[in-house]
Nanobody
Framework: QAQLVESGGGLVQAGGSLRLSCSAS????????MDWYRQGPGKQREKVAS???????ITADSVKGRFTVFRDNAKNTVYLQMVKLKPEDTAVYYC???????????????WGQGTQVTVSS
């Protein structure tokens, strides 16, 4: 079965930077979308960025100009580069992939376990 593993979270001071990674592994035939979500304390989960095999976009207005998303299709990995971090960026960041497994017939959504990002003021 396919699985997603995120890494790169941690504690950083306001104004700092982090790069998150999410790698998909397992019996994967093809990956359509690979997206980043986040869920802050007491908040609903929101989509931060979205990628396809040929395009990428930042979807959360609050991070535009500070976050960049890019994807390496050969490595089945998506990255989220975060700069000028703010305390309000504190959240658990999750990776989601819409993919088809080898021998499968439909695309399904998979989630990673999440990685904590904490920004101190």
């Amino acid at each position: 079965q396919a699985q997603l593993v995120e890494s790169g979270g941690g504690l950083v001071q306001a104004g700092g930077s982090l790069r998150l990674s999410c790698s998909a592994s397992g019996r994967i035939s093809r990956i359509a979308a690979m997206d980043w979500y986040r869920q802050g304390p007491g908040k609903q989960r929101e989509k931060v960025a979205s990628t396809t095999r040929v395009d990428s976009t930042i979807t959360a207005d609050s991070v535009k100009g500070r976050f960049t998303v890019f994807r390496d299709n050969a490595k089945n990995t998506v990255y989220l580069q975060m700069v000028k971090l703010k305390p309000e960026d504190t959240a658990v960041y999750y990776c989601n992939a819409n993919l088809m497994e080898i021998g499968g017939y439909t695309y399904r959504d998979y989630w990673g376990q999440g990685t904590q990002v904490t920004v101190s003021s």
